[in-house]
């Protein structure tokens, strides 16, 4: 049975209601997209190709050699979607810029037709009383710079940051809320040591690079945008977003300790430590070390990395038990180096496999605010699963439903402890190009129709709305 239809609104209720103590009525509510994964329109108005568009052309790379040339078409339907988005009742929108149609081959002066459709989706969102907030790079490097080298190359951070000025200076004066990079993580690790995300290369070395590249690339854009927005007397709230878990020792053990402190400190301290403290963690530099790899730290840089933030965003999707010895229980290494190991746990997934894990966003959250203190917004969670249309011709997602809901109350639970939480933005508005999975796994709160570009609303982002508009009727701080 599904617990949530729109004939069966009384437990919709039951389920916000559960979710809303512990969350404020100016608590922002949001859903988020991206620019590849939505927009189509791959080589219209000047837009030029990202290292997305030539990495879904590698045979093999991408579920059923798909791409985003048409995506959710987004790119002409935007007045359509931004409808959708205000009908559902969140303040805010959480959408990044495509860098090539912005600034095509990712050198020189802007492309007015790139910088017009944002424009555009400003207004929209404007007349429906929707807050925009930008992410300036999710992912789509444009092709030319990977050729010249990529995140390995430092170049590649001062071309960000001239993208990301040319970014502010025209929208800067209508939009407070300001993303940098979103999980830079991804970028570097996937792309280039695992090599199943673009530019898809395999090089440990490079990837670390492109770890201190990015972040400096990050703390040049914040630079400029706070040097212009305090000049202009713009509201500005900067902040960049990265993808984190928890990680959980298997046992007491000191291997598995170990294990922990090597996951958490290649997928978080590795970046907070420098954006935050402006240091690099001297553990995770000696393990890189180890491994024969240094970070390329000029003088100045770290300074640059700590540009101070306002916000940091949170993207989770799982926590995960890590660890440092075979499942037999027997020590063991990799080229003379300890290894981490993933375990697996009996629990419920998403089509992504993912664990579902939602009080380890609680932890998560509490375990932020206690190292670095910073406020944070979720700006990323959800799930993928093998949605069908019912007879009805509707989408009765309840485990989707559940997912939200159990991390929605984790979230309050992390208020709750002392966590600064500002926000939680849904992932994902609508169904769209996943990336390596091509359009196989659905995230949507709203789902597209490939064949026909239609957009329904599953029961999921009913349930979203119910929930927003009693948390906005219901104050309980
Ligand atoms: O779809 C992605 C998004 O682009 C970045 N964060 C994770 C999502 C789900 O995999």
Redesign the pocket.
């Known amino acids: 049975m599904n617990p949530v239809t729109s004939r069966n609104q009384a437990y919709a209720r039951e389920i916000a209601a559960r979710a809303v103590p512990g969350l404020p009525a100016d608590f922002r509510w949001g859903v988020a997209t ?1 620019a590849y ?1 939505i927009e189509g329109a791959a080589a219209e108005d000047g837009r030029t190709p990202s290292i997305w568009d030539t990495y879904c052309r590698v045979p093999g790379m991408v579920v059923r050699g798909e791409n985003g040339d048409v995506a959710c078409d987004h790119y002409h339907r935007m007045p359509e979607d931004v409808r959708l988005i205000a009908d559902l009742g969140v303040d805010t929108y959480r959408f990044s810029l495509a860098w090539p149609r912005i600034q095509p081959g990712g050198r020189g002066p802007a492309n007015a037709k790139g910088l017009d459709f944002y424009k555009r989706l400003l207004d929209e969102l404007e007349a429906g009383d929707v807050t925009p907030w930008i992410t300036l790079y ?2 789509d490097l444009p092709q030319e710079l990977e050729d010249a080298g990529g995140w390995p190359a430092r170049d590649t951070a001062y071309r960000f940051a001239e993208y990301a000025a040319l970014a502010h200076d025209a929208f800067g004066d209508r939009v407070k809320h300001w993303t940098t990079l ?2 830079p993580w ?1 970028s570097a690790m996937l792309g280039y040591a695992h090599g199943n995300q673009a530019p898809g290369r395999k090089d440990f070395g490079a990837a670390v690079r492109a770890v201190h590249h990015l972040l400096l690339g990050h703390g040049l854009a914040a630079r400029h945008i706070r040097g212009t927005a305090a000049a202009r007397g713009d509201a500005l709230e900067l902040g960049i977003t990265l ?1 984190l878990g928890t990680a959980t020792p298997e046992t007491d053990s000191h291997e598995d300790a170990e294990a922990c402190r090597r996951a958490d400190g290649m997928g978080r301290r590795l970046y907070l430590d420098p954006l935050v403290k402006g240091v690099y963690p001297e553990d995770v530099v000696a393990d890189l070390a180890l491994q024969g790899v240094a970070l390329p730290v000029e003088e100045g840089d770290l300074e640059v990395i700590s540009t101070p933030l306002d916000v940091l965003g949170v ?1 989770f ?1 799982r926590g995960a038990l890590f660890s440092g010895v075979t499942e037999d229980g027997s020590p063991v290494d990799a080229d003379g180096l300890p290894v981490t190991r993933g375990v697996e746990r009996d629990l419920p997934r998403t089509a ?1 496999d993912w664990e579902i894990t939602p009080t380890a966003l609680t932890d998560l959250l509490v375990g932020l605010e206690a190292d670095y203190g910073l406020p944070t917004v979720v700006t ?1 969670n959800g799930a993928a699963f093998d949605d069908t249309v019912a007879e009805d011709g509707r989408i009765h997602d309840a485990d989707r439903t559940t997912y939200l809901a159990d991390h929605v109350d984790a979230v309050a639970a992390a208020r709750a402890a002392g966590a600064d939480v500002r926000g939680y933005f849904a ?2 508005l609508m169904d ?1 190009f ?2 390596s999975y091509g359009y196989d796994k659905r ?1 949507g709160i709203v789902r597209v129709d490939y064949d026909t570009q239609e957009r329904t609303l599953k029961d999921s982002a009913l349930w979203y709305r119910d929930t927003i508009r009693l948390t906005r009727n219901t104050d309980h701080d």
Request: charged share 15%; with cysteine; proline share 0%.
């Open positions: 991206a994964q999710h992912w979103n999980e991804c993808n993207n999707y992504m990323e992932w994902s769209n996943e990336w995230f």
